[in-house]
């Protein structure tokens, strides 16, 4: 009865290691997934600032 609960709990702890391993690698896909859209965003502000039409706009106030 005793190697029951070891098997239960050894497949237990496995479902829990699995469980955080795929959280783990979601959470590092979403954050290349945003770092990738930051750097797209950075550089299209960095055109938009380099514009001298766009700057004397923003300055302008429009």
């Known amino acids: 009865m005793k190697n029951v609960y070891k098997v239960i709990l050894i497949i237990f702890v496995f479902l829990v290691v699995a469980t955080f391993s795929y ?5 590092q896909n979403k954050i290349a997934e945003l770092e990738a859209e930051l750097q797209l965003l950075e550089t ?17 106030g429009g």
């Open 23 to 27: 959280t783990i690698k979601n959470q």
């Open 44 to 60: 299209k502000y960095q055109i938009i600032i380099n514009d001298p039409l766009t700057r004397d706009a923003m300055e302008a």
